[in-house]
């Protein structure tokens, strides 16, 4: 299947920038699978139109502060070149956690990555945390070495710098309220870069009406990951190749 095939034209103004007051005011789409009718509904009628004998899967995946906006602090070499230093040191990086592959080494997208070189350093902050490049991959996506320069730790230091991870069709900076009200209420396991957005209407309330309804639940754990933000870059659908996440 060709990617223009699956083309459709939505409207700027139907994408909504902020989320509505209550999470579970959110319209819900009500499809019956015998007659493939649809109605209009919201997301608060929804334990109503349960049977009660459902098991409902919830992700608890819990989005992490992903983005990082830094600076280029030159390279790890004993004596580099004052024009490679100055370059270094004037340059804006955005760093985006895609995975942790072990104790203070992420798996990262980095901008603008193709003047980002294995050895090179980026400073976060007040230079209280830096990156080192350690490996590169391909579209952007480098390994990274986190250390900090004060004294909280590296994990400290991302939540304190880092940035909530919105949508590219959120077209705005984050805010301190994202940090709350971009995680589900069931949120709980650290490591996902985006939430898991079908459950981001839920509210407690709603759960204790679907317990009462006889609904039971579990729960399982999938980090969202770069696949969310990562564009297809092919014209056949096939040959994209889909980034791997943890559950």
Same mark, same amino acid.
């Given at each position: ?10 409207? &700027? ?89 072990? &104790? ?6 980095? @901008?603008?990555?193709?003047?980002m070189q294995v050895?090179?350093?980026? /400073? ?20 990274? @070495? ?34 709350? @009200? ?6 709980? /396991?650290?490591? #996902?870069?985006?939430?898991?957005? #079908? ?13 009462? @309804? ?15 933000? /990562? ?11 889909i980034h791997s996440?943890?559950?």
């Amino acid at each position: 299947m060709r990617v223009d095939e699956l083309y459709y034209e939505l409207p &700027e103004e139907l994408i909504a920038q902020r989320p509505l007051e209550r999470r579970d005011a959110s319209r819900l789409l009500l499809l019956d699978r015998r007659s493939g009718r649809g109605e209009d509904r919201q997301f608060c009628e929804l334990p109503g139109l349960l049977r009660g004998n459902e098991l409902i899967v919830f992700n608890n995946a819990r989005v992490i502060p992903a983005r990082l906006f830094g600076r280029r602090a030159g390279v790890h070499s004993q004596k580099p070149s004052r024009k490679t230093v100055r370059e270094h040191l004037t340059g804006n990086v955005e760093v985006f956690l895609t995975r942790k592959l072990q &104790e203070n080494v992420w798996e990262a997208l980095v @901008r603008p990555g193709r003047k980002m070189q294995v050895g090179e350093r980026v /400073q976060f902050g007040d230079g209280e945390l830096e990156a080192e490049i350690i490996s590169r991959g391909e579209l952007g996506i480098r390994n990274v @070495r986190f250390s900090s320069n004060n004294e909280l730790s590296v994990e400290q230091n991302l939540e304190k710098l880092g940035h909530v991870p919105l949508p590219p069709y959120i077209d705005r900076p984050d805010e301190d309220a994202d940090r709350e @009200r971009y995680q589900t209420v069931f949120a709980r /396991q650290a490591g #996902a870069v985006a939430a898991p957005t #079908a459950g981001l209407h839920f509210t407690p309330e709603i759960l204790a009406k679907l317990k009462e @309804r006889g609904c039971e639940f579990c729960e399982i754990t999938l980090d969202v990951g770069l696949g969310t933000f /990562q564009p297809v870059h092919t014209e056949i659908l096939e040959e994209h190749k889909i980034h791997s996440e943890a559950y």
